[in-house]
């Protein structure tokens, strides 16, 4: 072969020429054969409350007013069964008073909005439904609770420097500013605090005064230079007066060290009509003109769970704020097995709030270890799977990620694990910093924390292994 030879490109035959045909082939292909299928297929609408006998007749002032949807918002079975009428099936009914009775954690709070995302011809396969009118039915019968469950399995209160004001990372708090929401969730990771009492729980309170309470928290800041982020929740901001909200949150930027402030609710999915009315965004535009005199970053977080959750009222509230100059809108959803933890429902989920709500897709917390959550609740493994398995269909920066909380640690994403015994379900971490109560602990950088996978969904070995243990305790 001579030099010419040797330089020659390969022959045209191994590289496919362009061309239309061979193009819409490939696209075609491509598309078919891809795991979830872009662009979204649901419809983006307001459903037609008319359709739920409880809500019949009202007009869309009143389906948008947040009067109206409170007035209206659904507070125990009895009022489940009136709005819904022959929708209800008599089982499902009782699998929820039954779960009343013996499992929840949570008593039943749904706002009108809420109850009009569910699928009202298959509410016991609903998502919704799954996760806010919880049913006896839907828990596991073999291990409903993991021996290692608890009411405060985070352990916020425990790190409480004033009540309410919970200081786990160094730079970061959590004022919980009130004890209650427009709505309760079954798996709240806060039901020790949050809401009504239930068969199974009896509520903690705050004790301080709310005022009190509340210049406690600003106290601590302004000596406490090291902190620059709060996270503004509860309970939800939602259930708090503007000018309550309004006053504190100011007061929060006149601190100097304070750079970020997050306001966290629910209520802006599952009420956007409070977040519309007059008052709420005078009172918001004011703190996002101050937040930019002073160089603050104000964001809001909101909780979202599934696509059904997202209507246009969402997107509306959504624009407002975005319009105002709030940094950003982001969710923070919860890996609920039945109701989000497949490849097709996370990204249906992550599209829909990044396409028409106008929300940007931020974090999937793994389901928190309170009594009676297995039945929710994914291993470690699932959830690295998940995370896996949506990498490269959303933008970089849209793309959520899935974080396991793990007690006395915090937020960690799930391939950060040290050690993992998938036997037995146990998971080992390791952390960076000390939290508030281990400001003293020498060994506290070099332990390593446990967190535990649900038991039905580990092997016959391990499950043994676990009713041993119960045996012994």
């Known amino acids: ?156 209160a425990e790190m409480w420097v004033v009540e309410g004001l919970t200081h786990r990372y160094p730079t970061k708090v959590l004022a919980e500013v009130l004890s209650t929401c427009p709505q309760y969730c079954g798996h709240c990771t806060r039901m020790d605090l949050v809401g009504n009492d239930t068969a199974q729980v009896d509520k903690k309170r705050f004790v301080v005064p709310q005022q009190t309470r509340y210049q406690q928290i600003l106290d601590y800041l302004k000596r406490t230079p090291g902190v620059r982020d709060v996270v503004v929740s509860g309970g939800d901001v939602a259930n708090l007066p503007i000018g309550t909200l309004e006053a504190f949150v100011s007061a929060l930027m006149d601190i100097p060290n304070i750079r970020d402030i997050r306001l966290a609710t629910k209520g802006f999915m599952a009420i956007p009509q409070h977040f519309l009315q007059d008052s709420v965004l005078a009172g918001l535009d004011r703190l996002a003109k101050k937040a930019r005199t002073q160089g603050v970053q104000l964001a809001l977080h909101t909780h979202v769970n599934s696509a059904r959750q997202l209507t246009p009222l969402v997107t509306r509230a959504a624009d407002a704020l975005l319009a105002m100059g709030f940094r950003d809108i982001r969710n923070q959803g919860v890996l609920l097995r039945g109701v989000n933890a497949t490849v097709k429902d996370l990204l249906e989920l992550c599209f829909t709030l990044q396409d028409r709500a106008h929300i940007l897709p931020y974090y999937f917390y793994m389901c928190d270890m309170i009594p009676n959550s297995e039945h929710w609740r994914v291993s470690v493994a699932e959830a690295q799977k998940l995370q896996h398995d949506i990498m490269g269909y959303l933008p970089g920066f849209a793309t959520p990620r899935i974080v396991c909380d793990v007690p006395f640690v915090g937020k960690r994403w799930v391939h950060q694990v040290s050690e993992y015994d998938r036997d037995r379900g146990i998971s080992y971490w390791t952390k960076n910093y000390r939290t508030g109560i281990e400001l003293e602990d020498p060994n506290a950088l070099a332990r390593r924390y446990e967190y535990y996978d649900p038991i039905y969904a580990l092997p016959e070995s391990g499950q043994a292994w676990w009713r041993e243990q119960a045996a012994a305790s």
Do not use: C
């Open 1 to 156: 072969m001579d030099s010419k030879s040797a330089l020659k490109p390969a022959a045209a035959s191994a590289v496919p020429a362009p061309g239309p045909v061979l193009r819409g082939a490939t696209e075609v292909a491509t598309a078919a054969s891809q795991p979830f299928r872009y662009p979204l297929e649901r419809p983006f609408e307001e459903p037609d409350w008319n359709r739920i006998p409880g809500f019949r007749g009202a007009s869309r002032s009143d389906w948008e007013s947040a009067l109206w949807q409170r007035k209206h918002t659904l507070k125990n079975l009895k009022e489940v069964k009136a709005a819904l009428g022959a929708l209800l099936p008599d089982s499902l009914a009782e699998s929820i008073e039954r779960d009343q009775r013996e499992r929840a954690t949570m008593s039943i709070l749904v706002t009108p909005q809420m109850v009009n995302t569910m699928d009202l011809e298959d509410l016991w396969s609903d998502p919704v439904r799954r996760y806010m009118l919880p049913a006896f039915a839907d828990r596991r019968t073999d291990w409903p609770n993991h021996p290692r469950a608890s009411r405060d399995s985070l352990h916020e």
